[in-house]
Protein backbone atom coordinates (compact mmCIF):
# COMPACT_ATOMS: atom_id res chain seq x y z
CA UNK A 1 0.00 0.00 0.00
CA UNK A 2 0.81 3.26 -1.44
CA UNK A 3 2.48 5.71 1.83
CA UNK A 4 0.50 9.23 2.00
CA UNK A 5 4.06 10.54 3.20
CA UNK A 6 5.80 8.93 -0.14
CA UNK A 7 3.28 10.54 -2.58
CA UNK A 8 3.31 13.93 -0.07
CA UNK A 9 6.97 14.21 -1.39
CA UNK A 10 6.15 13.60 -4.75
CA UNK A 11 3.63 16.32 -4.54
CA UNK A 12 6.28 18.69 -2.92
CA UNK A 13 8.83 18.24 -5.45
CA UNK A 14 5.70 19.03 -8.07
CA UNK A 15 4.86 21.68 -6.22
CA UNK A 16 8.21 23.10 -6.36
CA UNK A 17 8.07 22.75 -10.06
CA UNK A 18 4.64 24.06 -10.62
CA UNK A 19 5.92 28.25 -10.28
CA UNK A 20 6.95 29.97 -13.60
CA UNK A 21 9.93 32.02 -11.73
CA UNK A 22 10.96 28.73 -10.24
CA UNK A 23 11.29 26.94 -13.62
CA UNK A 24 13.11 30.27 -14.88
CA UNK A 25 15.77 29.57 -12.17
CA UNK A 26 15.91 25.65 -13.08
CA UNK A 27 16.35 26.68 -16.75
CA UNK A 28 19.17 29.08 -15.97
CA UNK A 29 21.16 26.45 -13.87
CA UNK A 30 20.92 24.21 -16.34
CA UNK A 31 23.62 25.95 -18.41
CA UNK A 32 25.59 25.46 -15.15
CA UNK A 33 25.88 26.90 -11.22
CA UNK A 34 24.98 30.48 -10.57
CA UNK A 35 25.51 33.11 -7.77
CA UNK A 36 21.94 34.35 -6.30
CA UNK A 37 23.27 37.60 -7.62
CA UNK A 38 23.21 36.46 -11.23
CA UNK A 39 19.81 34.59 -10.31
CA UNK A 40 18.68 37.89 -9.71
CA UNK A 41 19.97 39.24 -12.81
CA UNK A 42 18.64 36.39 -14.78
CA UNK A 43 15.11 36.45 -13.50
CA UNK A 44 14.49 39.90 -12.68
CA UNK A 45 13.69 39.16 -9.05
CA UNK A 46 14.14 40.94 -6.00
CA UNK A 47 17.38 39.04 -3.92
CA UNK A 48 14.81 38.27 -1.09
CA UNK A 49 12.50 36.77 -3.15
CA UNK A 50 15.13 34.30 -5.51
CA UNK A 51 16.50 33.38 -2.35
CA UNK A 52 12.92 32.21 -1.04
CA UNK A 53 12.17 30.37 -4.20
CA UNK A 54 15.92 28.50 -4.21
CA UNK A 55 14.64 27.69 -0.48
CA UNK A 56 11.74 25.83 -2.16
CA UNK A 57 13.48 24.32 -4.81
CA UNK A 58 16.28 23.43 -2.27
CA UNK A 59 13.39 22.09 0.38
CA UNK A 60 12.16 19.76 -2.41
CA UNK A 61 15.77 18.21 -3.43
CA UNK A 62 16.01 19.56 -6.83
CA UNK A 63 19.02 22.23 -6.02
CA UNK A 64 21.91 22.47 -3.76
CA UNK A 65 23.67 25.64 -2.52
CA UNK A 66 27.41 26.37 -1.57
CA UNK A 67 28.13 29.40 0.84
CA UNK A 68 31.40 30.74 -0.70
CA UNK A 69 32.22 34.10 1.44
CA UNK A 70 29.35 36.11 1.25
CA UNK A 71 28.10 34.25 -1.88
CA UNK A 72 25.70 31.83 -2.25
CA UNK A 73 26.38 29.33 -5.03
CA UNK A 74 23.43 27.28 -6.21
CA UNK A 75 23.30 24.13 -8.56
CA UNK A 76 21.37 21.63 -9.73
CA UNK A 77 21.57 18.58 -7.86
CA UNK A 78 23.04 16.21 -11.03
CA UNK A 79 20.64 13.25 -9.69
CA UNK A 80 17.72 15.12 -9.07
CA UNK A 81 15.61 14.91 -11.76
CA UNK A 82 16.40 11.24 -12.56
CA UNK A 83 15.33 10.32 -8.59
CA UNK A 84 12.16 12.53 -9.45
CA UNK A 85 11.63 10.37 -12.49
CA UNK A 86 12.06 7.28 -10.61
CA UNK A 87 10.33 7.78 -8.13
CA UNK A 88 7.17 8.89 -10.00
CA UNK A 89 7.26 5.75 -11.85
CA UNK A 90 8.04 3.46 -8.67
CA UNK A 91 4.98 5.52 -6.84
CA UNK A 92 2.43 5.57 -9.27
CA UNK A 93 2.63 2.52 -11.53
CA UNK A 94 4.15 3.90 -14.53
CA UNK A 95 6.00 1.73 -16.62
CA UNK A 96 9.79 3.47 -17.57
Do not use: K, Y
Not at 27 to 42: F, I
Not at 45 to 74: D, M
Amino acid sequence: MDQPTDLRALRDAHRALADVNRLRIIRRLAAGAASVSDLVETVGLSQPLVSWHISRLRAAGIVETRRNGRETRVAIRPEAFRELAARERELLGVEG
